[in-house]
């Protein structure tokens, strides 16, 4: 893992732009990590056997896959029992050339077709069209004996369903957030709090390496004159600071050097758009001097935001709205004429939204 970390540090420097480290870890990974795998991620038992070419007959291990996830679904490998089963998730059993699917009645409609997909999938790829798929709930009795047969026997009863998702904290939690200053100038890596309010871009000094604590997210910032420790540890230094302050599973770990700060690092920061505190000020961020500040000034600001916007431009009934799709070439810009189509984004793409009064 710190080697990973650390090859990240160094082929960022080989780049001819910054770049921003998302650290993601397994059942653990964010929407846009799992956007970039069509065919869903598949965690497998066991390491990586050779690479050499081995002659085997077919010998079929009976496995049982365990789909659970809301727009996103992961595929584990489960004990092949009907203990397994619950009502909230899809399964498919595998058992070489004959393929079932199982629905539980609480499942969503993303594990239903990702479970279908992954079964057709087996069946053309894996078996070569040699393999039968059968729908168990769509069988009747005998046609579903097999199946609970491979599991040693129908259980009396299926288990519950079990949340596809951790709980996220209250309302209050998720408002608040933090400012830690680190730095390692004494010969140790000291963490202290900032708590001025409220935070400026002049907070961050060039020197050394900040970390911006919110409920279940942590960036760690690294200025450019940082030390080469502070910036090859970056990554853990947040990952310890995680696990020290009982961040709750699942919290999101992101490295940013200086220069690669998104839209929502900087809107924690009254400085880093200097026409917007031109125009309104800081407003309400001025009014709170507490390190316990919420985010309410954030909002306030925001709202200040399109309040210009809209005085420059007028009601948004008289303002048209282009929207233009980024070419490979990064030089040309596609309208896109459907309105239905305005505000379907995709991930891996840019787009340019002109808008102008009418």
């Given amino acids: ?36 795998f069509k065919a869903g991620l598949f965690y497998l038992e066991g390491g990586v056997e050779s690479g050499f070419r081995h002659v085997e007959p077919e010998v079929y291990e009976p496995r049982l896959l365990h789909v659970k996830g809301k727009r996103y679904p992961r595929v584990f490998t489960v004990p092949v029992s009907g203990a397994s089963l619950n009502e909230g998730d899809c399964f498919v059993l595998d058992l ?24 057709q999938a087996i069946k053309q790829n894996d078996r070569k069209m040699k393999a039968t798929l059968t729908f168990v709930q769509e069988c009747d009795a005998a046609g579903q004996a097999p199946f609970w047969e491979a599991l040693g026997g129908q259980p009396a009863s299926i288990a519950a369903a079990t949340p596809d998702e951790p709980p996220a904290g209250t309302e209050d939690e998720r408002m608040q957030y933090k400012l830690w200053h680190v730095s390692d100038s004494t010969g140790s890596m000291v963490t202290s709090e900032v708590t ?10 060039d020197s050394d390496s900040y970390i911006l604590e919110l409920y279940d997210t942590v960036y760690i910032w690294q200025g450019k004159d940082s030390s080469a420790k502070e910036k090859y540890a970056g990554m853990k230094i947040a990952k310890d600071f995680v696990k020290k302050n009982n961040k709750p599973a ?29 125009d309104f ?33 007028g009601p948004m009934d008289q303002v048209t709205k282009t929207v233009y799709f980024v070419e490979a070439d990064f030089h040309t810009l596609t309208p896109i004429t459907d309105p239905r189509e305005h505000g379907k984004f995709f991930a891996e793409s840019c787009y340019v939204i002109h808008l102008a009064s009418s």
């Fill in 1 to 36: 893992m710190g080697s990973s970390a650390a090859l990240s540090v160094q082929l960022s420097g080989n780049l001819n732009m910054g770049s921003r480290h998302h650290l993601e870890e397994q059942e653990m990974e964010t929407d846009l990590f799992m956007s970039y």
């Fill in 96 to 119: 070489g050339l004959q393929l079932y699917c199982w629905f539980g009645a609480e499942a969503n409609m993303f594990e239903r077709a990702k479970a279908g997909e992954i079964a």
């Fill in 196 to 205: 001025e309010r409220p935070l400026t871009r002049a907070h961050l000094n």
């Fill in 250 to 278: 699942g919290t999101k770990v992101s490295r940013i050097p200086q220069g690669t700060e998104d839209s929502t690092f900087k809107s924690f920061f009254d400085g880093f758009y200097a026409h917007v505190k031109e």
């Fill in 281 to 313: 000020g800081t407003g309400s961020l001025a009014a709170s001097s507490s390190a316990d500040q919420d985010m309410s000034g954030v909002a306030a600001q925001q709202v200040k935001a399109k309040e210009l916007m809209l005085s420059k431009l």
